[in-house]
């Protein structure tokens, strides 16, 4: 296809850029222009040859993360681990295990993204251990010792509730009525059953029940000892990191902390009233971004931000999965050529969440993540769709977050040997493809090292080839982020409206505005030409900001407006 990339450095110079602070009460000011890039550190750079990434790989290629646009970095788990979890798996909390590299290493990451003007945040993985870690090993013993508080271990196992159905994962995540299916059977002293979170070698961390039951005398009150004692160990490990220069973190499982918590009042209280309290106090120019899924109540806990994406009720499945999510069945998804996709779904949900957060937080929607299959993937690999579905992320509100690789569209590898745990999201944490050099220049080991294999396509996009290239979706990725940080309107904390209607979901229609300025975006995922009608807004030639199309037309009527755009393209105007 003979489609031109609309290149909008002109329009960007003019413009330039704006310093946006959040708009939201007691956030982080960096939050208003933020734009997060994702790092898996297994699989991003390796510095010492043994095929694996590491920490001084990162640091070495800061500066392309820059160049993106990007202002923050988060990376999952660095932290000495067994592994059997990707890292998820934690034996000690105050060290950087040894195949990413040392503490040091770790300061001075941060000290040079901080001298390019980025903020580092790392993974808090604050709901479970290793089973190795040195606390569990000695809550595991009979007699009373310093950590036998720091987990839970039920006497027996209750009846499981028999309307209890298959769950999935968030529920899962989310322990509630779950919990008596993560009872891990167990020949320790202290045994017979601990509660793990996720796998059997990731322990639950005490943080106390909601409403324990004096018939289970393993299920401690939130204000119990063994429990304050583990808030203190957390804001422990909170502040040995920020104290080194870190910027704040990710929480991993952030909604599992009390147990039986089936409104998640009680977790969103342990938050707001304590940790979230007791760091915006202490750190108050620092993000804490809550794995939640539920961004109405992350935000109440106190989160400055919080995902919408593959899980839980509140996801984007219908937009980029062919599955349904209910029966597990096939389905079209929104972003695919075949424009089969429906909207409502998806906006129901979203809408919810960015109606219940306005003014107060900020809603993510991830290019991707560790846990779920690469954006470019199945039949949505080509450039021209990805950057259809890169204008839809990038001009959306909230904090934009970046999986690494998808600023290039590495595309996900299903066919790989599952590592570490990771089964199935094996194929979306694999090694970034940097040049032509041996492995892309990820690692000089040999190939068969490498910690998981590398896309072979002899084709396959690099940032190399991408840099070269002037309609490259990396040169349309940074474009998209000039365009979106010299509009107030298109930022993180621009109003959002969706415009055209859920009745005609192709070409999707949404306004972004504030203080006066009025941005629409037009995305058409689908193959084919397509026209729709929106209220009339009365400007007769509206600006072209950017976008992806070879044709846009944009009619203005009396009390209709209309757009025609072509297949497969992604149009921004600006409304004066
Ligand atoms: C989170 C992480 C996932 C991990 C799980 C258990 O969902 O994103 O990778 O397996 O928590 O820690």
Known sequence: M???????????????????????????????????????????????????????????????????????????PIFVSGFTDGGYDIIDFYKVDPRFGTNTDLVK????????????????????SSDQCEWFLQSAEAENLHYSDYYIWPSFKPEEPASNGPMDYAQLMNSSASLIRKFVKTDAPRGPYYVKNFFDTQPALNYGFANPDPD??????????????????????????????????????????????????????????????????????????AEWFNPSQSIEAGFDIDFFCHDGTYNYSTLFFNINRRSGGAATCYFDLAGEGELKTWYDLYKFQYDAVQGKGYVSMPTGNHDFTRLSAGARTSQDQLKVAMTFFLTMPGVPFIYYGDEIGLTHQSNVKPVEGAGAR????????????????????????????????????????????????????????????????LGNDGEWRLVSSLDQPYPMVYE?????????????????????DIPAYGNQSPEILGGFYKKASYKSGKTSDRITVDGCSAVIYSIK
Request: hydrophobic share 40%; net charge neutral.
């Open 2 to 76: 003979n489609i031109k990339t609309l290149i909008v450095a002109a329009v960007v110079a003019a413009t330039g850029s704006i310093a946006a602070h959040s708009q939201n009460p007691g956030q982080p000011e960096w939050l208003g222009d933020a734009v997060v890039y994702q790092i898996y550190p297994s699989s991003f750079q390796d510095s010492d040859g043994n095929g694996i990434g590491d920490l001084p790989g990162i640091t070495s290629r800061l500066e392309y993360i820059k160049s993106l646009g990007v202002t923050a970095i988060w990376m999952n």
């Open 109 to 128: 990451l941060v000290e040079k993204a901080h001298s390019l003007g980025m903020k580092v945040v790392l993974d808090l993985v604050a709901g479970h």
């Open 216 to 289: 289970h005398p393993w299920e401690q009150g939130v204000d119990d000892p063994g429990p304050q004692a583990m808030r203190r160990e957390l804001k422990n490990i909170m502040s040995f990191w920020m104290d080194k220069g870190v910027d704040g973190f990710r929480v991993d499982m952030a909604a599992s902390l009390v147990k039986n918590d089936f409104d998640k009042s009680a977790t969103i209280k342990l938050w707001q009233t304590d940790l979230k309290k007791w760091f915006k106090e202490n750190y108050p120019d620092n993000v804490l971004i």
């Open 426 to 489: 094996t194929g979306t944490r694999i090694p970034m493809l940097w040049d032509a050099s041996k492995n892309a220049g990820f690692s000089t080991a040999e190939a068969e090292k490498l910690y998981i294999p590398q896309d072979p396509d002899p084709a396959r996009r690099t940032v190399e080839n991408q840099e070269s290239d002037p309609s490259s979706l990396l040169n349309y990725v940074k474009n998209l982020l000039k365009i979106r940080k010299a509009s107030k309107a």
């Open 512 to 532: 972004r505005s504030r203080d006066g300025e009025k941005c629409l975006v037009v995305v058409n995922p689908s193959a084919k030409k397509v026209s729709v």
